[in-house]
């Protein structure tokens, strides 16, 4: 069974650093690109960027270039959202997903973490 | 950016009844290799992440009711729900996955009426 399991949620104040994790199971983690998803509170989904386990190759959204930096660790099918200095606008959560292939095509993302909620204020 | 605009941002629809669901693109989508729309359909319920329902526009996801279908013409995009369940109660979400940033409509919160 495919799960993607995320790190429990977060309390930061301004200016803090944070490293979230996304775990894969059940599948070729190296194979599939994972997604980073931002939803800030009773708003939509906005897409933040995707990372290939394979050779860590990431494409950011301009929204979030500089802001924040993906990586993975293949030896523990472990993918990271990271920021170096946070701000309170960053409360949210975040979800990672797979982008899932059908016939050798991409079809959206398949699978979904449960989220982590990053909370931060002073 | 390919900018993706849903309509109408709330509905609310009898049990029973169908509900639709827009979604309109900036720019064409559409793979000409393989001739399919890079558009996908998500279902949020609150507290839970998306859950992926149709992808290239109207492929169904496996183990998503045939209640939910999608269809295009062009740059538009429907989902449309036969039949609603009171366990429709959701926000969908529509998503192009043809050209990063894949973005994301601002989502349609679907009530019964």
């Known amino acids: 069974e495919v799960q993607l399991v995320q790190s429990g949620a977060e309390m930061r104040k301004p200016g803090e650093s944070l490293k979230i994790s996304c775990k894969g199971s059940?599948?070729?983690?190296?194979?599939?690109?994972i997604g980073w998803v931002r939803q800030m509170p009773g708003k939509g989904l906005e897409w933040m960027g995707i990372?290939?386990?394979?050779?860590?190759?990431?494409k950011y959204s301009p929204s979030f270039q500089g802001q924040v930096t993906f990586s993975v660790d293949k030896s523990i099918s472990t993918a990271y959202l990271q920021w170096s200095s946070l701000k309170a606008s960053d409360t949210a959560m975040y979800y990672c997903?797979?982008?899932?292939?059908?016939?050798?095509?991409?079809?959206?993302?398949?699978?979904w973490g449960q989220g982590t909620l990053v909370t931060v204020s002073s | 950016d390919i900018v993706m605009t849903q309509s109408p941002d709330s509905l609310a629809v009898s049990l029973g009844e169908r509900a639709t669901i827009n979604c309109k693109s900036s720019?064409?989508?559409?793979?000409?290799?393989?001739?399919?729309?890079?558009l996908a359909w998500y279902q949020q319920k609150p507290g839970q992440p998306p859950k992926l329902l149709i992808y290239?526009?109207?492929a169904r996801e496996s183990g998503v009711p045939d209640r939910f279908s999608g269809s295009e013409s062009g740059t538009d995009f429907t989902l449309t729900i036969s039949n609603l369940q009171a366990e429709d109660v959701a926000v969908y979400h529509c998503?192009?996955?043809?050209?990063?940033?894949?973005?994301f409509g601002q989502g349609t919160k679907l009530e019964i009426k």
């Open positions: 290239w526009a109207s």
């Open positions: 997903a797979r982008l899932g292939r059908g016939s050798g095509l991409h079809r959206g993302f398949d699978y």
């Open positions: 998503q192009q996955y043809y050209t990063t940033p894949y973005t």
């Open positions: 990372i290939y386990p394979g050779d860590s190759d990431a």
């Open positions: 059940g599948y070729s983690f190296a194979s599939s690109w």
């Open positions: 720019q064409s989508v559409l793979y000409s290799s393989n001739n399919k729309n890079y």
